[in-house]
């Protein structure tokens, strides 16, 4: 198969590419880089021209109140062109959970990008994964301050960026689910025991403290953010990623 992967030149789309390709599919890495602009859609239409599947992992610069726009825009733009092209698959990553954090904008944001899938004329697949671990050193940036770290108690199930390129370019090679595929890491923690633990492994002498208001996942209630019944579940632990990372 062609399979067109719309910011295939980053963290997940490189790695959903090599995947394809090995496979044996013709997979073709599109973004800014190579001329595919999805919000002026520039380059949309001959990204998506013979493609069989359309990958879509582009994502917000932002996570604030401009988020809404660039996936409203973007999904205009690509849903538009695939339809025109005939492509009968196309496929987005999105994040568990996504539709039960009502009080943080850009999980609106991805929520809108899903019912635009939805609403779309093109057969469709949702590939929601659980944080990935490469983005827990970021989420320790956010609430820093000296020589603590505050986090809240959030449940959090971490995967691993090559599972989630994994999970992505199982459902991208087969028929369109009409529906989600939620894909999740093997071990829950709650952030603050995650943090504690990368610190450790880093010999990073900071110490975490429990404060319920600290970042963006402050706003998630309960355990929305972990696998659900029927989630398909990556083998890689943390301790493992971390030793290799």
């Known amino acids: 198969m062609k399979i067109a992967v719309i910011g295939g030149t980053g963290l997940i789309g490189s790695q ?3 995947n394809l390709a090995a496979a044996g599919h013709e ?3 599109h ?3 190579t001329g595919v602009d999805v919000i002026t859609g520039e380059g949309v239409a001959a990204a998506v021209a013979g493609a ?3 990958v879509n992992l582009t994502n917000s610069p932002t996570f604030d109140d401009a988020s809404p726009a660039f996936f409203q825009t973007s999904m205009d733009n690509l849903l538009a062109e695939s339809a ?6 196309f496929v987005v990553l999105s994040i568990v959970g996504v539709d039960q954090v009502p009080d943080l904008v850009y999980y609106h944001a991805k929520v809108l990008q899903e019912n635009l ?3 779309g004329a093109v057969p469709f697949s949702i590939v929601r994964a ?3 671990m490469e983005f827990v050193d970021a989420v320790l940036s956010w609430t820093a301050d000296g020589e603590t770290v505050r986090l809240p108690r959030t449940p959090i199930q971490p995967i691993a960026a090559a599972d989630v390129a994994a999970g992505v370019s199982e459902v991208a090679e ?3 689910l009409n529906g989600v595929r939620d894909i999740a890491g093997p071990e829950v923690f709650t952030l603050d025991e995650l943090g504690r633990i990368t610190l450790r492994a880093k010999g990073d002498g900071r110490s975490v403290v429990v404060d319920g208001t600290a970042g963006m996942f402050a706003a998630v209630k309960g355990d929305v953010l972990t696998a659900p019944a029927g989630a398909v579940i990556a083998s890689t632990r943390y301790a493992d990623w971390l030793a290799r990372a």
């Not at 025109?84 to 698959?89: D, F, I, L, Q, W």
Request: aromatic fraction near 4%; charged fraction near 10%; avoid cysteine.
């Open 16 to 18: 959903v590419v090599a």
């Open 27 to 29: 997979a073709v890495p």
């Open 31 to 33: 973004s800014l880089s």
């Open 52 to 54: 069989d599947v359309v």
């Open 84 to 89: 025109k092209a005939g492509v009968g698959h």
């Open 117 to 119: 899938l939805r609403a």
């Open 130 to 132: 659980t944080q990935f």
């Open 174 to 176: 087969g028929a369109p």
